[in-house]
C-alpha cells in the first residue's frame, strides 16, 4: 500500500497572492494562509493562529491570482512538500509548503465578485454581471459552484 499525503485546510490568506514566472512559461502563485482555532485555558478564550505557505501551479495560479486577495476565506486542498536549497552561506534550508490541488472560496457569493460585478474564468475572459446566471465552461467546479450556490455562508 502507498502513502497518503492529503492536508485539507480552511483559512484566511494573509496577503494576496505573489505570482511569478518560470521557464517554459510556467506560472506559479504564493501565499500564506492563516488557520485558527479557539480553546479555553483557565476559564479563559484563548485563539492560536498557525501559519501555512501555499503554492499553486499552472492554471491554478491564473484562477488564484484573478480571485484571491488578502483576507479571503478559502478552503484547500494539497498536499505537503519540503524543499531543501543552500543559501549564500552555505547552510542547508528547508521550507515545507502546502502545494494546492484545488480550492473554493468560501463566504457570501458577493464576496466571490470582482467589484465591478463581473466574474473571470481560468481562460481570461471576462463575463459581465448581466450574464450571473451562465457559468463559464472554463471556470473550474470548485469556483462554479461557490459562484451558483445561494446567498449563504455555507461551504456546500
Not at 25 to 40: C, D
Not at 53 to 70: P, T
Amino acid at each position: 500500500m502507498s502513502g497518503i499525503n492529503k492536508v485539507i485546510l480552511v483559512g484566511h490568506l494573509g496577503k494576496d497572492p505573489e505570482l511569478r514566472h518560470l521557464e517554459g512559461g510556467v506560472k506559479v502563485a504564493s501565499f500564506p494562509l492563516a488557520t485558527s482555532e479557539t480553546y479555553t485555558k483557565d476559564g479563559k478564550k484563548v485563539e492560536q493562529t498557525e501559519w501555512h505557505n501555499i503554492v499553486m501551479w499552472r492554471g491554478l495560479a491564473d484562477i488564484a491570482e484573478k480571485f484571491l486577495v488578502k483576507g479571503k476565506l478559502v478552503y484547500i486542498e494539497g498536499k505537503l512538500r519540503t524543499r531543501s536549497w543552500e543559501d549564500k552561506e552555505g547552510h542547508k534550508r528547508y521550507q515545507t509548503e502546502i502545494v494546492a490541488d484545488n480550492f473554493t472560496m468560501l463566504g457570501r457569493k458577493s464576496d466571490n465578485e470582482p467589484v465591478n460585478g463581473g466574474s473571470y474564468s481560468s481562460s481570461g475572459t471576462y463575463e459581465s454581471s448581466q450574464n450571473q446566471g451562465k457559468v463559464d465552461e472554463h471556470i473550474p467546479a470548485a469556483i462554479s459552484a461557490s459562484q451558483d450556490s445561494p446567498d449563504d455562508d455555507l461551504p456546500f
